[in-house]
């Protein structure tokens, strides 16, 4: 059956770096769109990051310069690279995919067609 796992979070300190994958299960990763939710206990899971399946990124506002998004189609793997990591940063991360460009690039968590579990980050 479809899936996305993520893997990678752990606890760091402020300042370090961590990267975070999503290996996606049972469809073909590189012909969704995918991207990256994270959310903190008390608040709406938020979009962090999206990659579109002809290869435009977009991040949110708070991570633009520390966050990177890339694609290793050979092993079905969304991977985000995070430095420079804040106190902020620290929430449960999910991955999500999905065919539909408007969700792609709007969605909200509960609209995207395949979503994983999450990996905790936390910064210290």
Known sequence: HVQLVESGGGLVQSGESLRLSCAAH???GNRYCM??????????????ASLLTDG??????????????SKDNTKNTLYLQMKSLKLEDTAMYFCAADLAPTVCRHGEWKNWFVRGRGTQVTVS
């Open 26 to 28: 049972g469809f073909a």
């Open 35 to 48: 991207a990256w939710f994270r959310q903190v206990p008390g608040a709406e899971r938020a979009g962090v």
């Open 56 to 69: 435009r990124t977009f991040y949110t506002n708070s991570v633009k310069g520390r966050l990177t998004l």
